[in-house]
Every structure is written in structure tokens, then in C-alpha cells.
């Protein structure tokens, strides 16, 4: 699968593109907005903006050094690849760019924006926050700090984001205030993803977090979104609560985030979404056999 984000995200959400176009097939939403209120890596936005499946995308993350990261690649294009392709691969400037991102409000948005990306590419899993450098502090392991740093592919994926400069809305606000603000003003022909923090194994992934009770204010913002949603989220009782009243498929996804295992994940689905009866996303297409035959039992 091609690459189109420079940063590498716990999740792989990348791998659900492929699905994501076909809900925007389904709904005939081609040629229209997509918003992503927890950005994060934005794998999936930038696939369909660059493959010009949409026309605008909006980017939104509350997290200082993601944000930092977005507006720096598109408002310092020039200085940021400059940094990518000199910056020394080495422990000691590592431990420069961690420091960096542990005092945020010394630096400006460039040296955060740009140690948020060097840290994700040469940490394990590209773990911002405790991931821990590839091959150690030793650099005895079987792949070293640079096996995640193709600089100039990596460059060329900069530009190639920051030539699209214009269709790319960048924020930083909690997803709650994102979502009640920003998504009623999106054109009615527009989708929204949610992907928030796991409920569990959150803390070890992410430098923001929500607390239970976190989870189910935000589902009760994501339901009442006047535009049509998709939400993904690990497959776990307290979500599956949260969210009883909507369609939901339960699928398996492998994750590399620490160790490489497959999460028990679910996508959610607004009412107002029409559903493709088959997916080419192999995992994605079990799951919705699964919900179909299901649903003509119910019926």
C-alpha cells in the first residue's frame, strides 16, 4: 500500500482507506469535505486528498506537537524538508529533539513540530510518547534509529502534502469543541472519521487520553453530528455501550504499536450512512458478511 502521511501512527489507520472510499462512494459524498477530529497521523485524509477523492480535508488535534507538526509542514515547507534531510541520525540528537517536546512552550512551532516528527520516526512503533528509540540507546539492536528515515521519500511526501496547502485546514481544539463548532459549518456533502484514544492501553500510546468518563461524553457529541460520521474504536463493553444504538461491525486489525498483535477493533456507523454490502478490505468485508447475515435474520 503507498504512503502518502510521514508519520507513522499506533493504530494503522492507513489500511482503512480503502473502506473509507467505498462509504464515500456508498453515500456519494466523491468530490466533497472529510474532517478528522482526532487527526493524528492522518493517513486516511491525506490518501483522499492527494488521490483527489475529496476536495478539502480538515485536520484537528489537540495535542500541541501533532498540530505543531501539521502547521509547520504546510506553513515552513522549505526549512522543514531542510531539517529532514540534515539533521544528524544520531542518540544525541534524539535525546535533543525528546527534551524539545518534553518543554514545548520554550520552542517555537518548527522545533516542535519538527522533534514531534523526528521522535515518531525513530521511535519504536513511532511512539511519541515513551516509545523508545529504535535499537536502544546503544544502537545494538537488529534495526537502528535510521530503519524508519528514508529521507527523501519522506521529503517528497512533504511536498507533495504542502502542494495541497490550500485544501488542508489545520486546528487544534478538543474534539468536543471541534466537533459542536466547526462540523456544522462543513458542506452537507461531507464525511466525518472519528478515531479517539483506545479506551485501554491508551496512556502508553498517546500524550492525550481520555478517562472513562471522557469516553461517553464524547460519543454523546459524535451521535448528535448533524453530518455523516463513521467512528472506529477498540471492540471492548464500555464502547460497545456507549454506542448500543448504532449499526456497528467488529473486525480484527494488526497492530505494531510495542509488539505486533490483532486488536479487537469496531467501526460505528451515523443512521443517515448507507453501508456497501461487500468491501475489498479483506477484514473490513468478513465483518460486514457477518453484520448482513445477521441483520436479514433480525428481519
Not at 172 to 179: D, G, S, V, W, Y
Not at 197 to 213: E, I, S, T, V
Request: positive net charge.
Amino acid at each position: 500500500m503507498p504512503h502518502y502521511t510521514p508519520l507513522r501512527y499506533p493504530g494503522g489507520k492507513q489500511r482503512l482507506s480503502p473502506f473509507i472510499l467505498e462509504l464515500i462512494v456508498s453515500n456519494n459524498l466523491v468530490g466533497g469535505e472529510y474532517a478528522e477530529p482526532y487527526a493524528g497521523g492522518a493517513g486516511v485524509a491525506i490518501e483522499l486528498l492527494l488521490t483527489e477523492k475529496v476536495t478539502k480535508i480538515h485536520l484537528n488535534d489537540s495535542c500541541v506537537t501533532i498540530y505543531s507538526f501539521w502547521r509547520s509542514l504546510l506553513n515552513y515547507t522549505e526549512e522543514f524538508c531542510k531539517r529532514v534531510r540534515d539533521t544528524p541520525l544520531t542518540v544525541e540528537t534524539w535525546k535533543k529533539q525528546r527534551e524539545i517536546l518534553s518543554r514545548t512552550d520554550e520552542f517555537d512551532q518548527l522545533d516542535i513540530g519538527f522533534s514531534a516528527f523526528y521522535l515518531n520516526r525513530c521511535n519504536r512503533s513511532g511512539i511519541l510518547a515513551g516509545g523508545g528509540l529504535i535499537g536502544g540507546l546503544e544502537q545494538n539492536g537488529k534495526w537502528k534509529m535510521d530503519a524508519r528515515f528514508p529521507r527523501e521519500k519522506l521529503i517528497d511526501r512533504i511536498i507533495a502534502i504542502a502542494s495541497k496547502k490550500k485544501a488542508i485546514n489545520v486546528t487544534r481544539l478538543n474534539a468536543e469543541l471541534f466537533i459542536s463548532s466547526h462540523v456544522p459549518n462543513l458542506p452537507k456533502k461531507s464525511l466525518v472519521y472519528c478515531d479517539p484514544p483506545y479506551y485501554k492501553k491508551a496512556h502508553g500510546l498517546y500524550f492525550n487520553h481520555y478517562a472513562p468518563k471522557d469516553h461517553v461524553r464524547i460519543a454523546e457529541v459524535i451521535q448528535r453530528m448533524n453530518r455523516p460520521w463513521v467512528l472506529s474504536y477498540d471492540n471492548v463493553p464500555e464502547i460497545l455501550a456507549c454506542y448500543s444504538d448504532r449499526r456497528h461491525v467488529c473486525y480484527r486489525l494488526q497492530h505494531t504499536a510495542a509488539t505486533a498483535r490483532k486488536g479487537k477493533e469496531a467501526f460505528f456507523f451515523a443512521d443517515n450512512l448507507r453501508l456497501p454490502e461487500t468491501s475489498a478490505v479483506p477484514f473490513v468485508n468478513r465483518a460486514l458478511k457477518r453484520f448482513n447475515k445477521l441483520r436479514t435474520k433480525v428481519h
